[in-house]
Nanobody, 115 residues
Framework: GQLVESGGGLVQPGGSLRLSCTDSAFSFSMYDARWFRQAPGKEREFVAH????????DYADSVKGRFTISRDNAKNTVYLQINSLKSEDTGVYYCNYNHQGSAHWGRGTQVTVSS
């Protein structure tokens, strides 16, 4: 796969962004997808998960009520709507799916929350 994340940027506290993740080489519509993030100097952490039919969605406690994961299988794209951004949301956001025992990751998109 060739996962590519996009939509990051510099935003003020309280602002919003919509991240996107797509794979140009492989359709991952039949697989669970996840978003992770990595803050400077910290380990990568789970943010959100979505099942193939969008029936199951899970979130890290730190983002519940502010972040929404969704997907459009026709576009082979997973989204992460992030609202009410805080400085602690700063980091590189990565998309992930697992296929045949292999974890597929993109290069990430940088989200910086600063006034």
């Amino acid at each position: 796969g060739q996962l590519v994340e996009s939509g990051g940027g510099l935003v003020q506290p309280g602002g919003s962004l919509r991240l996107s993740c797509t794979d140009s080489a492989f359709s991952f519509s039949m697989y669970d997808a996840r978003w992770f993030r990595q803050a400077p100097g910290k380990e990568r952490e789970f943010v959100a998960h979505i099942s193939p039919n969008s029936g199951v969605r899970d979130y890290a406690d730190s983002v519940k009520g502010r972040f929404t994961i969704s997907r459009d299988n026709a576009k082979n794209t997973v989204y992460l709507q992030i609202n009410s951004l805080k400085s602690e949301d700063t980091g590189v956001y990565y998309c992930n799916y697992n296929h045949q025992g292999s974890a597929h990751w993109g290069r990430g998109t940088q989200v910086t929350v600063s006034s």
